[in-house]
């Protein structure tokens, strides 16, 4: 009787969830938007607030997304010579211990950092360990073999 009850409870809690909608968030200079609809574009996002309202916040002051079960964070881009350039929206990828993988497009604000890979879309990425906030190795085609096994990824997986 136990295991029927705590059957129909966990069979009603997925249907809830898949109910509800996957619920997105935006963060914009600190704070946070909860919605269910995010529209990312070239410059901006568009947030749409249970209210009716709709938002909208220039990429650079976008510290983070959530949607799609996707999410961007704004990380800081550094130089071969070491110096910080700035920061970029990447793609998270996955975690281990303290040390996070993210996914860069080629097409963003990094430039002549080690290799690209190609990724389930056919555009070109650079993939880039952070820890801490702060960047801990660039992979590259040398370090590749090694580290992307580390996260439990391979060269031909989609990344």
């Not at 996957?22 to 568009?46: C, H, M, P, Q, W």
Request: glycine share 6%; aromatic share 8%.
């Amino acid at each position: 009787m136990k295991k029927m009850i705590a059957t129909l409870l966990f069979v009603s809690a997925v249907w809830m969830v898949q109910a509800a909608g996957e619920l997105s968030y935006v963060v914009v200079d600190g704070k946070a938007y909860f919605t269910e609809e995010v529209k990312v574009g070239i410059s901006n996002v568009r947030i749409a607030t249970d209210e009716g309202l709709t938002l909208k916040a220039p990429l650079k002051k976008v510290d983070a997304i959530f949607t799609e079960g996707k999410l961007v964070e704004r990380m800081p881009v550094v130089c071969h010579d070491g110096k910080t350039k700035g920061s970029a929206l990447m793609q998270f990828v996955a975690q281990r211990n303290d040390l996070r993988l993210y996914k860069c497009y080629s097409d963003n604000q990094i430039e002549n950092q080690d290799c690209c890979f190609t990724d389930g879309s056919n555009r070109e990425a650079r993939l880039i360990i952070y820890r801490n906030g702060e960047l801990y190795l660039p992979v590259n085609e040398k370090n590749a073999p090694t580290v992307l096994p580390f996260f439990h990824i391979t060269l031909k997986e989609k990344i």
